[in-house]
C-alpha cells in the first residue's frame, strides 16, 4: 500500500530526499522501490529490518497527512481513504498515530496528549471513538497541536496518566478504519424525539437502521467543489422573513434578539411553516438543546401538524455543556443525513449558546489558549485565542450547504437563535500613541471596568456577550434581528413557556435596519420578490425620514403611512403560517394600495377576510400563479388579481400605470 503511494505520489528523486527528510528518518528507508521497480534512489537502502520499516512507514504516512506534503490523492486510493478518515493502514500503524495519555479530566471532558508528540493528531480523527484504558470510552471533540480534547460518551471516567487510543474497526479483509460515533438518520426519524446518541426519549420502539443509514456524530465539511451555488429559496410561512430576509437552501441564518423577543417562536413558526412544502419533503430537525422546554415544543409540533416532518434532538435533563453541545451536532448530522440522499433538510437550534459554552470548558481545560498572542484568520488580524474560537465556531456553522447536483444534491439549511444583541455599548480606544502614559492608563482601566460591567450585565440578563454575537454574524449567512414589542405583549409570558403550555400569544417584531441575508435577492421566491422586492427600501426610507426628514409634505406622510401599513402587516402571532398563495395575495393588495382606507391595527384581519374569499372565487387563477414559472405570464396573471382585488376592495389608490409588476430581465 505505501508502495502505491510512493510510485503515485513522489516520483521525483528530489522529492523523496524531502520525504525522507522531514518524516524524521532515523536510519533506515522507507522502501527500496520507486516508479517503475527503478532504483534511481542513493538514499534507498537495503537490508532494514522489518520493525524498522515499519515505524519508518508508520512516520512517513503521518507526514504526508499532518503536513500535506509532497503526495497527491489524485489517482490514489490509499490517500483517499486516509482524506475521509479511513487511515487503510495496520490496525498496529492507525493506532501509534492516534495514543497517549490523558493529562486533565474535569466532568465528562478529557484532555490527552497524543503519543507523537512533535506531530500531533491528523485532522481526519476528529469524531472518531475514543477508548481509555479504564474501559471508559468518548469521542474526539478538537485537536490542539498534540493535544486532543476527548468527550466521554458513557459514564466511566478515566483517571489522569492513563492510556487511550482511537478505535478502529475492520472494513475490509485484512484493513480496518477509524472507527466513528454514529447517529440515526433518514425519514424514519420524523416524527421521533431521539438524544445525541440516538436513543429514544419519546417512549417508542429504538430507532433500527442499517449503516447506510447512519452518519457520524462529528461530520465532515463539504469543500467548495462539493457545493453548489445557493439560489433556491426555502419557504418559511413567516412573512417577514419571506418578505424582508429571504432563506434559501442550504443557508445558514441567525436569529438574534433579547429576551421576550420570540426567537424560539418565529423558529416553531417556521418548523409549521414547512406543512406548505410537504409536497417537497423538507424534513425538519430541531436541535433542542435546553431540556426544560421540551414538552412544550412537543406541544407546538403536534398542534402545528408540524409532527409529520419533524425529528428533535434533545439534550438529557441537567446536561453538561457537552451533551448540549452533541445534541446541536447531532441535528445537524441527521439533516446531512437527508441531504446526502438528494433531499433537503432544515436544521432549527433553540440556543446556539451551547456551543459557546462548550467552548469554553474547553479554554477552561487549556488556559493557556486564552492568551492573546497575534494570529491570522482570513486574512484578519486577532489573537491566537480569538482564531481558535472562531475556527470552532465555523467548523459547525459551515456544515450547512447545499449539495452539488454531480454529487445527487440536496441541502441542509442551518436556523439559530442567539440570545443578545448586535450592538456595541463600550468602545475602545485605539490610537494611545496621541496621549501621555498616564491619561491613556487611565482610560485603558476606565474601559476594562466598563466592559467588566457590561460582560456581568449580560450574564445576568441571560444573553451572550457582543462581541460573541458579532462573530456569529460574520460566520453566518445572515442574521436578523428581533426586537420586544413596545406594547409588552411579551413581557407576560415571562419569555419562556411553561412546562407542557403550547406556544401562544407571544408575538414578534423584526428590526429591519439591522437585518439581512448575504444571499440578497439570488435566495428569494421570484415572484415574491417581482411583487414586493422593494418593500425593504420602502421601509429603510420611511425609516430614515422618520429621523432626518426635514419636510412633511403630502408625499412623505403617504410614504409613512404605507410604511406602518407593511410594518403591521409583517407582525406575526403564533400559528399563523401563511402559504406562498396568500402572501402574494396579501403583498399586491398593499403594494397596489388596496388598503389605503385600512387602519394598520386591522390590515391583518382585512387581508384574511380577501384570502378567503379570493380562494373561494378565484382558486384556479391563484393556483396558476403559484405554478406559474414564465415572467411574462406572471405579469399577466398577476393582473387579473388585481382585477379580482379590486372587485372586492373597490379602486386601489395607485392607477394601473404605477403598478409594480414592471420587471426585469
Request: hydrophobic share 40%.
Amino acid at each position: 500500500r505505501v508502495e502505491g503511494i510512493l510510485e503515485h505520489g513522489l516520483k521525483d528523486l528530489a522529492s523523496k530526499r524531502k520525504f525522507l527528510e522531514l518524516s524524521g528518518r532515523t536510519g533506515g528507508a522507507i522502501l527500496n522501490r520507486v516508479s517503475g521497480g527503478v532504483h534511481e534512489d542513493p538514499l534507498d537502502v537495503v537490508g532494514r529490518n522489518d520493525s524498522q520499516r515499519r515505524n519508518h512507514i508508520r512516520l512517513g504516512l503521518e507526514w504526508q497527512i499532518c503536513l500535506q506534503g509532497f503526495a497527491t490523492s489524485a489517482g490514489t486510493s490509499d490517500l483517499n481513504c486516509l482524506e475521509s478518515g479511513r487511515a487503510d493502514i495496520s490496525e498496529e500503524d492507525t493506532l501509534a498515530l492516534h495514543r497517549g495519555d490523558v493529562l486533565k479530566v474535569d466532568g465528562d471532558i478529557a484532555l490527552v496528549q497524543s503519543s507523537l508528540t512533535d506531530k500531533g493528531v491528523v485532522p481526519e480523527a476528529i469524531g472518531a471513538k475514543v477508548r481509555f484504558a479504564g474501559g471508559a470510552e468518548g469521542v474526539l471533540l478538537w485537536i490542539l497541536g498534540a493535544r486532543c480534547v476527548v468527550c466521554l460518551t458513557g459514564r466511566a471516567t478515566p483517571n489522569v496518566g492513563e492510556e487511550w487510543e482511537v478505535s478502529t474497526k475492520e472494513f475490509k479483509e485484512g484493513n480496518r478504519q477509524l472507527e466513528r460515533q454514529l447517529v440515526p438518520t433518514g425519514r424514519a426519524l420524523r416524527g421521533r424525539t431521539i438524544d445525541y446518541l440516538g436513543h429514544p426519549l419519546d417512549g417508542g420502539v429504538p430507532v433500527v437502521g442499517s449503516l447506510a443509514e447512519a452518519v457520524p456524530l462529528i461530520n465532515r465539511t463539504l469543500n467548495l467543489e462539493e457545493r453548489e451555488l445557493i439560489q433556491d429559496n426555502l419557504h418559511t410561512g413567516v412573512k417577514a422573513l419571506d418578505v424582508i430576509s429571504p432563506i434559501g437552501k442550504g443557508q445558514s441564518l441567525c436569529i438574534i434578539g433579547p429576551r421576550h423577543s420570540g426567537k424560539r417562536e418565529i423558529c416553531l413558526e417556521v418548523l409549521a411553516g414547512q406543512r406548505f412544502t410537504a409536497d417537497r419533503g423538507v424534513t425538519c430537525v430541531y436541535a433542542a438543546t435546553r431540556p426544560e422546554s421540551l414538552p412544550s415544543i412537543q406541544a407546538f409540533l403536534e398542534a402545528s401538524g408540524a409532527t409529520q416532518h419533524t425529528a428533535v434532538v434533545a439534550a438529557p435533563v441537567r446536561a453538561s455543556p457537552f451533551q448540549r453541545h452533541a445534541t446541536l451536532l447531532a441535528a445537524l448530522s441527521v439533516a446531512e443525513g437527508v441531504r446526502d440522499q438528494g433531499q433537503h433538510a432544515l436544521v432549527v437550534v433553540d440556543d446556539l449558546s451551547a456551543m459557546t459554552q462548550m467552548w469554553e470548558s474547553i479554554v477552561r481545560m487549556v488556559p493557556s489558549m486564552a492568551e492573546a498572542h497575534g494570529s491570522s484568520q482570513a486574512g484578519l488580524l486577532m489573537s491566537a485565542a480569538e482564531a481558535d474560537r472562531r475556527r470552532f465556531f465555523s467548523f459547525v456553522l459551515q456544515r450547512s450547504a447545499r449539495r452539488a447536483d454531480s454529487l445527487g444534491g440536496g441541502s441542509s439549511t442551518l436556523l439559530f437563535v442567539l440570545p443578545g444583541e448586535d450592538r456595541r455599548r463600550c468602545g475602545s480606544c485605539g490610537r494611545w500613541d496621541d496621549m501621555s502614559p498616564e491619561v491613556a492608563a487611565k482610560l485603558k482601566a476606565a474601559l476594562a471596568k466598563a466592559q467588566e460591567r457590561e460582560a456581568a450585565e449580560e450574564c445576568t440578563q441571560g444573553v451572550l456577550e457582543w462581541r460573541i454575537v458579532e462573530e456569529f454574524k460574520s460566520i453566518a449567512d445572515g442574521h436578523i434581528q428581533l426586537v420586544p414589542r413596545t406594547d409588552g405583549s411579551n413581557a407576560s409570558k415571562g419569555g419562556r413557556l411553561a412546562e407542557g403550555e403550547a406556544v401562544a400569544g407571544v408575538d414578534w417584531e423584526m428590526q429591519v435596519p439591522r437585518s439581512f441575508s448575504r444571499l440578497g435577492s439570488r435566495a428569494a421566491n421570484a415572484k415574491v420578490h417581482r411583487v414586493a422586492g422593494h418593500v425593504r427600501l420602502e421601509l429603510l426610507q420611511a425609516h430614515d425620514e422618520g429621523r432626518f426628514g426635514l419636510t412633511d409634505d403630502g408625499e412623505a406622510q403617504a410614504r409613512k403611512d404605507h410604511a406602518a401599513l407593511v410594518s403591521a402587516f409583517l407582525r406575526q402571532s403564533p400559528g399563523s403560517a401563511i402559504p406562498v398563495a396568500d402572501l402574494l395575495i396579501c403583498l399586491a393588495a398593499l403594494e397596489e394600495g388596496f388598503l389605503h382606507n385600512v387602519a394598520p391595527g386591522s390590515v391583518n384581519a382585512k387581508l384574511r377576510d380577501v384570502c378567503m374569499e379570493l380562494q373561494g372565487r378565484s382558486s384556479e387563477l391563484i393556483q396558476r400563479i403559484v405554478e406559474c414559472t414564465e415572467p411574462s405570464m406572471f405579469e399577466e396573471l398577476y393582473g387579473a388579481l388585481c382585477d379580482e382585488l379590486e372587485q372586492i376592495l373597490g379602486k386601489p389608490h395607485k392607477p394601473p400605470s404605477e403598478r409594480q409588476y414592471r420587471f426585469s430581465e
